[in-house]
C-alpha cells in the first residue's frame, strides 16, 4: 500500500559531490533516501554525515542488467519510490582523436543508457502510485561545445532529450520529468577537469556573470524544489543552475 505520510527517494552517486548534496537536502527534509554508488568508503561517510535517513547501496548502475532487481529490492524494503535523481556520472577529458570507441561507450552506458534503463525499472512502479518525480542531471556541455569531452557531451546532449521524450509519455501518468543542468561546481570532477587547465577554468569563469563557481547546495535546493509539490505544475524542463553561465557572453 502507498503510503502519503513519507517519502522515498534513490539519488545514484549519492554518496559525494553533487549526488551527495542531494540527499543531504532531502534528508534534511524528511525523504527517506537511498543514496546509490560504487565506493563503499564514500558510502559509509555519507551515511555517517546524513544519519538514519540515509540509506545507501553499494552498486554499479552501468550493470544494466542488474538494476531491475535493485529496484525490486528497494520496493520490497521501503515499499515505493517517489523520486528518482540521475546524478552518478562520470567525465572523460580526452582529444577527439584519443577517444577510443570503448572510451565513448563507457561513458554513454554510465551517463546515458543506465539513466534510461533505472528510469524505466522504477517508472513500472511509480505508474501504479499515479505520481513520482524523476530529475536528470544534465550539464552545460549539453548547451554548448566544449573541446575534449565528445563522449559526456554526447551523453549530456541525449540526457536533454530523454527528459523531454520522457515528460510528454509518463507527465499524462501523473509522473514529472525534469532535469537541472548544473554550471561549474566545485566538486571533485570539477577540480580534475579544472584545476589542472588554468586557462579552461578562466574560461568558465569568465563567461559566468555571477563570477564564481556554484556549490553542490545549490543543486540540492533545485533538486528539493523540483520534486516539491512547489513544482508541482513543471514538467519537461532542463533548468540551469550556472550563475548565468549559460547566458553569458
Ligand atoms: P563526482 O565525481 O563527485 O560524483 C559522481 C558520483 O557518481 C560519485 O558519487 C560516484 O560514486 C557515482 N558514480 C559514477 N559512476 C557510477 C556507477 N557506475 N554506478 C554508481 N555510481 C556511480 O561528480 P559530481 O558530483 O561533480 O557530478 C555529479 C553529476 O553532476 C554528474 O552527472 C555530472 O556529470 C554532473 N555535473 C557536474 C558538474 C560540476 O561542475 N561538478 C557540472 C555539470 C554536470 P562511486 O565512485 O562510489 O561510484
Same mark, same amino acid.
Given at each position: 500500500?502507498?503510503?502519503?505520510?513519507? @517519502?522515498v527517494a534513490?539519488?545514484?552517486?549519492?554518496?559525494?559531490?553533487?549526488?551527495?548534496?542531494?540527499?543531504?537536502?532531502?534528508?534534511?527534509?524528511? =525523504?527517506?533516501?537511498i543514496?546509490?554508488?560504487?565506493?563503499?568508503?564514500?558510502l559509509?561517510?555519507?551515511?555517517q554525515?546524513l544519519?538514519? @535517513?540515509?540509506h *545507501?547501496?553499494?552498486?554499479?548502475?552501468?550493470?544494466?542488467?542488474?538494476?531491475?532487481?535493485?529496484?525490486?529490492?528497494i520496493?520490497?524494503?521501503?515499499?515505493?519510490?517517489?523520486?528518482?535523481v540521475n546524478?552518478?556520472?562520470?567525465?572523460m577529458k580526452?582529444?577527439?582523436?584519443e577517444?577510443?570507441d570503448?572510451?565513448f561507450?563507457?561513458?554513454?552506458?554510465?551517463n546515458?543508457?543506465?539513466?534510461?534503463?533505472?528510469? @524505466?525499472?522504477?517508472v513500472?512502479?511509480?505508474?501504479?502510485q499515479?505520481k513520482?518525480?524523476i530529475?536528470n542531471?544534465?550539464?552545460?556541455?549539453?548547451?554548448?561545445?566544449?573541446?575534449r569531452v565528445?563522449?559526456y557531451?554526447?551523453?549530456?546532449? &541525449?540526457?536533454d532529450?530523454?527528459?523531454r521524450?520522457?515528460?510528454?509519455e509518463l507527465?499524462p501518468?501523473?509522473?514529472?520529468?525534469?532535469a537541472?543542468?548544473p554550471? $561549474? =561546481? &566545485?566538486?571533485?570532477?570539477?577540480?580534475?577537469?579544472?584545476?589542472?587547465? *588554468?586557462?579552461?577554468?578562466?574560461?568558465a569563469?569568465g563567461?559566468t556573470?555571477m563570477?564564481?563557481?556554484?556549490?553542490?547546495?545549490?543543486i540540492?535546493?533545485a &533538486?528539493? $524544489?523540483?520534486?516539491?509539490?512547489?513544482?508541482?505544475?513543471?514538467?519537461g524542463?532542463?533548468?540551469p543552475?550556472?550563475?548565468g553561465?549559460?547566458?553569458?557572453?
Amino acid at each position: 500500500m502507498y503510503d502519503n505520510n513519507k @517519502r522515498v527517494a534513490i539519488v545514484t552517486g549519492g554518496g559525494s559531490g553533487i549526488g551527495l548534496a542531494i540527499a543531504q537536502k532531502f534528508v534534511d527534509n524528511g =525523504i527517506e533516501t537511498i543514496v546509490i554508488g560504487r565506493n563503499e568508503k564514500k558510502l559509509s561517510d555519507a551515511k555517517q554525515l546524513l544519519g538514519e @535517513r540515509c540509506h *545507501p547501496i553499494n552498486h554499479d548502475v552501468s550493470d544494466l542488467a542488474s538494476l531491475p532487481s535493485l529496484v525490486d529490492n528497494i520496493i520490497r524494503d521501503f515499499g515505493q519510490i517517489d523520486i528518482l535523481v540521475n546524478n552518478a556520472g562520470i567525465n572523460m577529458k580526452k582529444d577527439f582523436t584519443e577517444t577510443t570507441d570503448e572510451d565513448f561507450q563507457q561513458v554513454i552506458n554510465t551517463n546515458l543508457t543506465a539513466v534510461f534503463s533505472l528510469s @524505466r525499472a522504477v517508472v513500472k512502479h511509480m505508474i501504479p502510485q499515479g505520481k513520482g518525480s524523476i530529475i536528470n542531471i544534465s550539464s552545460m556541455a549539453a548547451q554548448y561545445g566544449m573541446p575534449r569531452v565528445i563522449s559526456y557531451s554526447a551523453s549530456k546532449a &541525449a540526457i536533454d532529450g530523454i527528459t523531454r521524450a520522457m515528460a510528454v509519455e509518463l507527465s499524462p501518468k501523473g509522473i514529472r520529468i525534469n532535469a537541472i543542468a548544473p554550471g $561549474f =561546481i &566545485a566538486t571533485a570532477m570539477t577540480a580534475v577537469a579544472l584545476d589542472s587547465d *588554468p586557462e579552461r577554468k578562466n574560461k568558465a569563469l569568465g563567461r559566468t556573470p555571477m563570477g564564481h563557481l556554484g556549490q553542490p547546495s545549490d543543486i540540492g535546493d533545485a &533538486a528539493l $524544489f523540483l520534486c516539491s509539490d512547489a513544482a508541482k505544475y513543471i514538467t519537461g524542463v532542463i533548468l540551469p543552475v550556472d550563475g548565468g553561465n549559460s547566458i553569458g557572453f
